[in-house]
């Protein structure tokens, strides 16, 4: 009751960011369900500690750009994916759970076509997931409980992958599922320039063909 009427009243205006901490799994769900599916904020639990965020327009557009020169990658290599963008992935026995802001599978896309619910305890976690301006701890250790190879963070007008170990999440120099291609370089020149979504995109098309036929 206490969380219900909390969140009912809870206003996260854009580029804010709202922290609960100490919260069991059972008011972490209480919370999802209040929060709705048709929302536009985007949350990250982890061990009690969870964070709603509400993105800006500039993040927004960062995001879709990224994930659109990504499927324009995937399509000149001739490469199967699929997206499940910012579904709700979480693990009770992990006390984790993350809506990415864009993600796609890649090795099991064809397990994950026509999915209705997602249940982390049998179904994969996503290849690769997209974050904009991910600087939390939280949505950092709820990716590595979930077991996600790849995070491409947007960061200060770049470009930055971050790769899965034993260890933790690593900073790499090259892509886990496009080790062949200069993606960071590729990508990030297109994130810093005021060009159209759809210039970008022909232009970041051209720029793969180029570097796959050199």
Known sequence: MVASIFI?????QAGQRVHLHDLDWQEFEQILSELGEKRATRIAY???DLEIRMPLPEHERAKVLISNL???LLEELDLDWESLG???FKKQSMKAGIEPDDCFYLKNCRAMVGIKRLD???DPPPDLSIEVDLTSRTQISAYQALGVPEIWQ???????IFILTAGGYVESATSLAFPQIPVIDGISMFLGRDLLMSDARKEFRQWVKQYLNS
């Open 86 to 88: 910012s579904s709700t």
């Open 8 to 12: 009912d009243r809870l206003e996260v």
């Open 46 to 48: 982890y061990e009690g």
């Open 120 to 122: 982390m305890s049998v």
């Open 154 to 160: 947007y960061r200060k007008g770049k470009l930055v």
């Open 70 to 72: 990504l499927v324009i």
